[in-house]
C-alpha cells in the first residue's frame, strides 16, 4: 500500500470517485458488527409504517464507507486524523439494492504538518446524503 505524500499532493487533487455498492446483506451485517438492531435498517415493513420510503442505510455506515474511500486515498486509515460530517438524507436501500457515490476534493494542504484537508460529497439516487463532510489526512 503507497502513502500518498505531502509532495505529490496539491490543492484540487481529487479522491475518487467511487461507488460503493450497498445491499440490505450490508445492513444486516453492519447491524450485527455495531449493535444497532433498529428495525428500519432490516424491516421494510416498519421502515415504510415510520414514515420511511424503504429501508435506510446506518448513517454511521455511511460516514464510515465515505472515510474508507479517503482512507484509501490517502494510504491507510490511521492517517484519517479527522473526520466529521451531518447527516442530510437517508441511504434508501431497497430490495434491488443501492449505490453511495463517494468522491472528494483536496482543498487545503499545510506542508508544514503535512496535513491535507478533504472536502467529501457523498450522494445516493441522486441526493446528497452528507453534508458538510470534511476529512483531515496525514501525509507522509
Known sequence: MTVRTAAETVVG???????IPVTRETLVAYAAASGDQNPIHQ???????????????????????????????????????????RFTKPVVVPAAGAELLVDGRVTAVDAESRRATVEITASSAGAKVLGRCTAVVQLD
Open 43 to 85: 424491516d421494510e415493513e416498519f421502515a415504510k409504517q415510520v414514515g420511511l420510503p424503504d429501508v435506510i442505510a446506518h448513517g454511521m455506515w455511511t460516514m464510515g464507507a465515505a472515510g474508507a474511500v479517503v482512507a484509501e486515498w490517502v494510504g491507510e486509515a490511521g492517517r484519517v486524523v479527522e473526520f466529521g460530517t
Open 13 to 19: 487533487d481529487l479522491v475518487g470517485p467511487k461507488t
